[in-house]
């Protein structure tokens, strides 16, 4: 099939031109994020692949289907970027990746927390000056401590393992309960109560209408004074403003984020030579308990692997006719949730 490659770096064109040996399907690769304005680069393609930051709203939408683009492979798991439900109406087939290695984010969120609580990322510059001073560097342990995971699906589970493993005690918040994690010990609790009980909280549910900043100035007042939270998951599901607060009156005590809700212009990109424009954005960097990766949790070899493997197949069923096991649409959704 042809396919047009968006948001591609030379990374991605590795993984996707490595599996392809198996498929032989046209890829044409692309630097810009897909957006309404670069629409043109679709053309004369039946499928796109896009990526996180690539959007795909409404008009973009309609405007693809009118060029004869119809077929969208994301290759990542969430598609909060993608309106569904117009995709659907004009007839798209929207396939995506929905698990290629939890491992792979679930051990960055903890290395985030291992890193912002011991402080990794202060520690490296100071030896590399000739500082071995530890005043300022004071940690606490993870065992004994109250985790409260947000979102305990795939991810969220292989976190509340790991996390089991340290000697935490793990509290839970989902619209479903994965039996898994009870048998790891975990409890679900409402949100209010987790935010109250929890000495780190850690964040793995979909971004949706539902889960936008909730993380906001109300969820922040329930908190322990000195959380620590940590984010892998999508930006948009932290009220950044009232995080900022919420560091400057000490009540959030640590932060570890690779996802940021206006990373769009940011991530993925060098920027190291530019002034950076966004003002919460460059607050967020100040802090020294703040650590930040740019949405890299995922950035394994497996997990780029077995993105690149199920991305072709995936195209590759759609080109042959068959039903593909990863395609979504409001009805996958609606049954999905029945289940
Ligand atoms: P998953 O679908 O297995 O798990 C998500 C869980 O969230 C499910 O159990 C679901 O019931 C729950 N959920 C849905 N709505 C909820 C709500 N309103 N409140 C609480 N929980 C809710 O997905 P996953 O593979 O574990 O991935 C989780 C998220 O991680 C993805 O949505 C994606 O945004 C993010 N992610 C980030 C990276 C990265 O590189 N940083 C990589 C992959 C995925």
Redesign the pocket.
């Known amino acids: 099939m042809k396919v047009a490659v968006f948001s591609t770096r030379p990374y991605d064109r590795f993984f996707l031109e490595k599996a392809n040996k198996a498929f032989g399907h046209e890829l044409t690769f692309y630097e810009p994020h897909l957006t309404f304005e670069t629409i043109s680069l679709a053309a004369g393609f039946p499928a796109i692949c896009v990526f996180v930051n690539d959007r795909l709203d409404a008009r973009t939408l309609v405007r693809l289907h009118e060029i004869g683009t119809d077929i969208i492979a994301l290759r ?3 598609f909060n970027n993608l309106d569904l439900d117009i995709a659907s109406t004009l007839g798209m087939q929207v396939v995506r990746v929905p ?1 290629y290695s ?1 491992h792979a ?1 679930a051990e960055h969120t903890v290395g985030l927390l291992l890193a912002v609580n011991r402080k990794f990322h202060r520690a490296f510059n100071r030896v590399r000056e000739g500082n071995f001073a530890l005043d300022g560097l004071l940690g606490f342990e993870l065992h004994g401590k109250t985790v409260g995971i ?7 589970a292989v976190v509340a393992r790991i996390l089991k493993g340290f000697g935490c005690e793990l509290l839970g ?4 309960r ?1 039996p898994e994690c009870e048998a790891l010990g975990l409890q679900y609790v409402e949100l209010p109560e987790l935010f109250r009980r929890a000495d780190i909280i850690s964040l ?5 209408p ?2 936008h900043h909730l993380i906001d100035a109300e969820a922040i007042a329930l908190m322990k004074k000195g959380v620590v939270l940590i984010n ?3 930006g948009g599901l932290i009220d950044t403003r009232a995080v900022i607060r919420g560091l400057k009156s000490g009540k959030i005590g640590y932060l570890g984020l ?2 940021y809700e206006e990373e769009e212009d940011l991530f993925f990109e060098d920027h190291s030579e530019q002034v950076i424009q966004d003002d919460v954005f460059a607050r967020l960097l100040t802090f020294p308990n703040v650590l930040i990766t740019a ?1 890299q ?2 950035f394994t070899e497996t997990a780029l692997t077995r993105i690149a493997e199920t991305t072709l197949q995936n195209l590759a069923d759609l080109e042959a006719g068959r039903e593909c096991p990863n395609a979504i649409s409001p009805d996958s959704l609606r049954r999905q949730a029945a289940a």
């Open positions: 990542c798991a969430g698990a939890p984010v947000v979102g305990t699906g795939k991810i969220g918040y989902d619209v479903m994965n793995h549910c979909p971004l949706t539902q889960t892998t998951s999508r690779d996802v949405h949790a995922f």
